[in-house]
């Protein structure tokens, strides 16, 4: 594997916005700067975060899965304090793309795979891509905590009125001004707003600020439909991938039930609810998180169906005639 390209300038990246003894780094992949944070050593974990957010979202997990692997945490370009580009599409589709040709920049040969929210999906679009092109190996776990999915039906009037004209207009010009209902609905994502961390709306905030944010933002919710039929359409490419479906019980942004619409449709995968949490596990019970993850990657708790299958039918085939 590559060694990380350590950052030569912070690329206007506030203190805020860092985490203590992880690397900033960049990569300029394809004409397009990347900035990532890289931490621990060992097996490579590439994790992706979601929706109008970026690597600040594991701020407080990210040490902790670096004792067990090589961490990357991707600002995807258009988001965090990657570059913005009127060319970036906003696409699943796109973003599998970087994060294939990010894979091969830095030199992972294989990983597991965590994201959340948005960057599930686009998790789901990377592993449909390795599957395409016969490099399905390329991932060996997935860990999607409440990825989109198109049996959620949470916030979709929403993103239909704002693909539209009007709805760029409102969201590239007048949303960033209206900080109450950013307030508003960064408080849903969690299941108690008394467990918001001090410093996620600022740091939230800060990820947006640089110019061009708002825009990508409008081009993620205008493929937003698209997106979630393509994920539909992948499920059948990456089944056999041993994959966790984590949620919060109380998550008001990705329907819990869908968990168990999309474990049905996912053969090799399991699905974990924590009770009385929201959307953002890794901040409300980020001690849980990690150790739910890492029972997950390292330890194959609790068991996807093929893995116990697997068991079952090497000592079915032992008691019978013939077997070993």
């Given at each position: 594997m590559n060694e990380p390209t350590k950052t030569e300038a912070t690329c206007g990246v506030p203190?805020?916005?860092?985490?203590?003894?992880?690397?900033?780094?960049?990569?300029?992949?394809?004409?397009?700067?990347?900035?990532?944070?890289?931490a621990g050593g060992g097996p490579a974990l590439l994790i992706v975060h979601g929706f109008a957010a970026y690597s600040f979202s594991w701020r407080f997990v990210i040490r902790g899965l670096a004792r067990h692997y090589s961490v990357f945490a991707v600002d995807l370009p258009g988001c965090g304090f990657s570059e913005r580009s009127a060319a970036l599409p906003g696409t699943l589709?796109?973003?599998?793309?970087g994060m294939l040709n990010f894979m091969d920049h830095v030199g992972i040969a294989q990983c597991d795979v965590l994201g959340t929210s948005r960057g599930g999906g686009a998790a789901i679009a990377l592993a449909g891509l390795?599957?395409?092109?016969?490099?399905?190996?390329?991932?060996?776990r997935l860990v999607l905590s409440?990825?989109?999915?198109?049996?959620?039906?949470?916030?979709?009037?929403?993103?239909?009125?704002?693909r539209t004209r009007a709805g760029r207009i409102y969201l590239v010009r007048l949303e960033p001004r209206l900080h109450f209902i950013l307030r508003h609905l960064f408080k849903t994502l969690y299941a108690d707003p008394a467990t918001i961390p001090p410093d996620s709306l600022a740091g939230y905030n800060a990820?947006?600020?640089?110019?061009?944010s708002y825009a990508h933002v409008w081009n993620i919710t205008r493929s937003w439909m698209t997106d979630l039929k393509r994920?539909?359409?992948t499920l059948p490419s990456v089944e056999a991938v041993p994959a966790l479906l984590l949620w919060g019980d109380r998550d008001?942004?990705?329907d819990?039930?869908?968990a168990d619409e999309l474990h049905r449709r996912w053969e090799n995968s399991v699905v974990l609810k924590i009770d009385r949490i929201g959307h953002m596990p890794y901040e409300e019970v980020p001690e849980e998180f990690n150790r739910i993850v890492l029972d997950f990657l390292l330890h194959n708790t609790p068991a996807t169906p093929l893995q116990t299958a697997a068991p079952e039918a090497m000592a079915q085939a032992a008691v019978e005639p013939g077997g070993a």
């Open positions: 203190a805020l916005a860092k985490v203590a003894g992880v690397e900033e780094c960049n990569a300029v992949i394809n004409g397009v700067r990347w900035r990532y944070l890289h589709a796109s973003d599998a793309v390795l599957a395409e092109s016969g490099d399905r190996g390329r991932i060996r409440a990825p989109i999915n198109p049996w959620s039906r949470i916030g979709l009037f929403r993103v239909r009125l704002l990820g947006l600020e640089p110019e061009g994920i539909a359409a008001a942004a990705v819990p039930a869908s």
